[in-house]
């Protein structure tokens, strides 16, 4: 009787020590297609979001992961309007964002990366150079653990996680059988990995499908405004301005403030004010500030060329528009001709 005891305890801890060491390989054999997949659409390393992925959720364990299906500890912030549950994590009680889906929370993940500006040196490094990515993403403040970059290489070289930014997203579930060859053995991996058998019946099939109004067609034009929209963002560089040093950008494609704002972290109305602006629609070339611009131009004249208006010439020199119209002794809304000179620092002299 104390032999079978002394069995059956062995046997159960043994199972109970093979499912804890196993969580992590098992998170990489569901998750690893999702990763590469994300690589493909936002260029960022396969092993570096799978590292990520696996440390925050301790190899899918975590209650974030399994009640939220949030992977990466993304909190709410202001712009999310989904599902949200409450975490202690920094300070106690806070809100996180939950997902229908852990793969959204893998898109939610290369989106903010893609989108915030701390990130966005990140996008000039080699996307095969993890270790690059690691230490810019603790050099960027994505973590307080003065270890995190150690931590995330260590994941990805004890599981080879590199290997997964070699390959595309129809080859992904092939690596994973290669790197784990007892899952020829695992019907749904293998039903993941063979193709649908085709229906071969002589009589033509008639599949209703209901209609949704988030349709998969819908869904892959959000990816695409998503995937434009960081592209935008990340060709943005904050220049400075002759005329006193202003910070200014020059709007790469046609966007809109929104955008903008969230980037930079300002409000929507104080970019609107800074630059006289009387619609949220930006244009291709159009020249922003992100400070209010000044009382006076760094030039004490210029010739207005043909097609400009007094905006045009507010936004070129970094004056604010209500000044202009004053030193130019011009009504607001007044067009200045070709060649004319259009005062800068005094006003004009009156006739």
């Known amino acids: 009787m104390k032999r079978l005891f002394l069995l059956v305890s062995f046997l159960v801890l043994s199972k109970f020590s093979a499912q804890t060491w196993a969580s992590e390989d098992q998170y990489i054999q569901k998750f690893a297609q999702y990763a590469v997949e994300e690589m493909e659409k936002y260029k960022i390393?396969?092993?570096?979001?799978?590292?990520?992925?696996?440390l925050e959720t301790g190899g899918g364990q975590s209650r974030l992961a399994l009640e939220g299906k949030n992977h990466f500890g993304i909190k709410c912030k202001e712009d999310w309007t989904g599902k949200t549950m409450k975490h202690t994590d920094d300070a106690p009680n806070e809100c996180f964002r939950v997902y229908d889906d852990p793969k959204q929370s893998y898109e939610d993940h290369s989106v903010f990366l893609a989108t915030r500006k701390y990130y966005t040196k990140l996008f000039d490094l080699d996307m095969k150079d993890y270790k690059a990515w690691a230490h810019g993403l603790k050099k960027a403040g994505y973590?307080?653990?003065?270890r995190y970059a150690s931590i995330l290489i260590g994941k990805i070289e004890r599981y080879k996680l590199y290997e997964f930014d070699e390959v595309n997203s129809?080859?992904?579930l092939y690596a994973v059988l290669k790197k784990y060859p007892d899952l020829k053995d695992d019907r749904s991996f293998m039903a993941r990995l063979e193709p649908s058998k085709k229906i071969t019946k002589t009589e033509p099939v008639t599949v209703k499908v209901p209609y949704k109004p988030t349709s998969y067609a819908q869904q892959q034009k959000r990816v695409e405004r998503i995937k434009t929209n960081a592209e935008i963002l990340n060709s943005i560089l904050i220049k400075s301005h002759p005329n006193g040093g202003l910070k200014y950008i020059v709007i790469p494609q046609d966007t809109n403030i929104q955008l903008i704002a969230n980037k930079f972290k300002i409000s929507e109305s104080k970019i609107i004010k800074w630059n006289d602006l009387q619609s949220d629609v930006l244009k291709k070339?159009?020249?922003l500030f992100l400070e209010s611009k000044n009382s006076n131009g760094n030039t004490p004249t210029y010739k207005a060329e043909l097609?400009?208006?007094m905006h045009d010439i507010a936004q070129k020199f970094g004056v604010k528009l209500n000044k202009l119209y004053a030193k130019n002794r011009m009504d607001e809304g007044q067009k200045p001709s070709a060649g004319q000179l259009i005062y800068l620092i005094d006003k004009k002299p009156r006739n």
């Open 285 to 287: 070339d159009d020249i």
């Open 45 to 54: 390393p396969a092993s570096i979001t799978l590292a990520q992925g696996l």
């Open 170 to 172: 129809k080859e992904v």
């Open 307 to 309: 097609g400009e208006d």
């Open 143 to 146: 973590a307080t653990n003065p």
